[in-house]
C-alpha cells in the first residue's frame, strides 16, 4: 500500500477555511457527484453503457435519496464529518498558542527516544519522504514521523513477513490496542510517539480505524467487482493517510481554499498512489493469487483472470492499461491542485511524493506495460532531478489566491 502523507488544515482554519451551510454543503455534494461522473466519462465510454452495467455511474446520476451512495460519496461524507470535527476541536482548544511555544513544551527522554526511532524507522523506508520532512517544524515532522511508523506497522500486519499468521482476531486485537493508544494508554515506545502526537494536534481515530478495515479487506477479498469496490479499497489503504495527516501539515495563512477541497485533495492524491500501486504491482499480486482491478472492465476489455495469471502483453491489455492509467492520472491532477494550499514548509515532501509517484505511470508505459515480469521503478537519476523541482513548486503562490486574482 502507499503510506504517503499528504496535507493538512491549520490554526488559520477558524479565520479564513468556513464549511459550507447546509445549502451550499448540498452544492459541494452535487459538484462532487459530477466530478465523480467525470472519472467515468474520462475513459471514453458510452454514458449510457456506464450507467448500464456500472451502480457506481448510475447512482451518480440520480437525485433519488433511496439509491445507494457510490463509494465515493461515502467517503466524502468521511471527509465533510472531518473538516467539521477539526473546525469543532479547534474552536474548543484552538491552537493559537504558535509553534514557537509548542517545541517549548517539556517532553522526557522516553519521549524523545521514542520519536527518534520513529524518525529511524521513516528514514529507513522512506528516504525521499524524510528528507522532505525535515524541512517542517520540528514538532510537524516528530507527528508526521510518528504517523507514518504506525500505518506502516499496520500495513506489515497483512504484508509482511508474519502476514501468513496474521487472523481477523489478531486486527481486532490491534484496533483495541489503538483504542487504548487513543485513550493515552500506549502499548510501547512507538505508540506512546502516536499517543503523544495526538495530544498536540486534532487527530480523530476513524481515518486509523479505516485503515484497519482495508488490512481486514486484504484477508477476505482477493477480487474487486468494478471500481466502486476499489475505489472504497483504495480510500481504506491510502486515502486515510491523508485524512489522518490533515491537522498535522496546515494550509496556508494566505489560502482561499475551504477545509473540505484541502481534505479532498489529500484524499484524491492517496487514492491515486494506491492506484499506481496496483497498477505497478499487477503481476507480483497476481503471483499471491490477487487481482486488484475492476472485474467489469476487464470483462469490458475481453480479459479474464487467466490473462492475468498467464502474464501475456496483448494489445487488449494495452487498451485496459491506458484506461486504468488516465484515471490514476485525474486523481494525481485532482491533488495536485490542493497541493499548494499547503502551508509552505509543508509542501515540499507532498509535491516530492506526487511527482514521484505519478513518474511510476511513466514508467509503466515505457515497459510497453508489461508489469507481470517488469517492475516500473523511478531511478535514482529521476528522483534527484524531481526533488529540486518538487522544492521550486513548493514556493507557488496557492492556487486558490491565484484564481481570487483574476
Not at 454514458?47 to 435519496?65: D, F, K
Not at 521513516?122 to 504506525?150: D, P, Q
Not at 489503538?178 to 506512546?192: I, K
Request: proline residues 5%.
Amino acid at each position: 500500500m502507499a503510506i504517503t502523507l499528504l496535507r493538512a488544515a491549520s490554526p488559520g482554519l477558524l479565520e479564513g477555511h468556513h464549511l459550507p451551510n447546509p445549502i451550499a454543503r448540498r452544492s459541494k455534494v452535487a459538484s462532487w457527484r459530477i466530478l465523480c461522473s467525470l472519472k467515468y466519462a474520462c475513459l471514453s465510454v458510452d454514458p449510457g453503457e456506464i450507467a448500464r452495467a456500472s451502480p457506481v455511474y448510475s447512482s451518480l446520476m440520480t437525485v433519488s435519496p433511496a439509491v445507494l451512495l457510490s463509494s465515493e460519496q461515502k467517503v466524502y461524507d468521511v471527509v465533510l464529518r472531518q473538516a467539521a470535527l477539526l473546525k469543532r476541536q479547534l474552536i474548543i482548544a484552538p491552537l493559537t498558542t504558535g509553534e514557537s511555544e509548542l517545541l517549548l513544551l517539556p517532553r522526557n527522554s522516553g519521549l524523545n527516544q521514542a520519536y527518534h526511532r520513529c524518525r529511524e524507522i521513516c528514514e529507513e523506508y522512506a528516504k525521499t519522504f524524510y528528507l522532505g520532512t525535515m524541512l517542517m517544524t520540528e514538532e510537524r515532522r516528530r507527528a508526521i514521523w510518528a504517523i507514518y511508523v504506525w500505518c506502516r506497522r499496520t500495513d506489515e500486519l497483512v504484508d509482511g513477513p508474519n502476514a501468513s499468521h496474521i487472523t481477523p482476531s489478531a486486527l481486532d486485537r490491534w484496533e483495541k490496542r489503538l483504542d487504548d493508544l487513543f485513550a493515552g494508554r500506549p502499548y510501547d515506545m512507538l505508540d506512546a510517539a502516536l499517543s503523544d502526537t495526538i495530544s498536540k494536534f486534532p487527530i480523530d481515530i476513524q481515518p486509523f480505524r479505516d485503515m484497519i478495515e482495508g488490512m481486514r479487506s486484504d484477508l477476505r477479498k482477493t477480487r474487486y467487482k468494478n471500481f466502486d469496490e476499489l475505489y472504497m479499497y483504495c480510500y481504506y489503504v491510502a486515502g486515510t493517510v491523508g485524512l489522518m495527516s490533515v491537522p498535522v501539515m496546515g494550509i496556508a495563512p494566505e489560502s482561499k481554499a475551504t477545509t473540505e477541497s484541502v481534505y479532498s485533495a489529500a484524499l484524491a492524491l492517496g487514492i491515486a498512489n494506491q492506484l499506481t500501486n496496483i497498477l505497478r504491482d499487477v503481476g507480483e499480486d497476481a503471483r499471491r493469487g490477487r487481482i486488484y482491478l475492476p472485474q467489469d472492465e476487464l470483462a469490458e476489455a475481453g480479459l479474464s483472470d487467466e490473462d492475468i495469471f498467464n502474464g501475456v502483453v496483448s494489445n487488449k491489455w494495452r487498451g485496459f492499461m491506458k484506461r486504468q492509467i488516465k484515471r490514476a492520472r485525474m486523481f494525481f491532477e485532482e491533488a495536485e491542485r490542493g497541493v499548494t494550499e499547503l502551508s509552505q514548509a509543508s509542501r515540499w515532501p507532498v509535491w516530492a511524493s506526487l511527482l514521484l509517484y505519478r513518474q511510476i505511470l511513466d514508467e509503466i508505459e515505457a515497459n510497453d506495460y508489461n508489469n507481470f515480469t517488469k517492475r516500473a521503478y523511478v531511478g535514482k537519476a529521476k528522483k534527484l532531478l524531481a526533488l529540486p523541482v518538487a522544492y521550486g513548486r513548493s514556493l507557488l503562490t496557492p492556487c486558490s489566491l491565484r484564481n481570487s486574482h483574476k
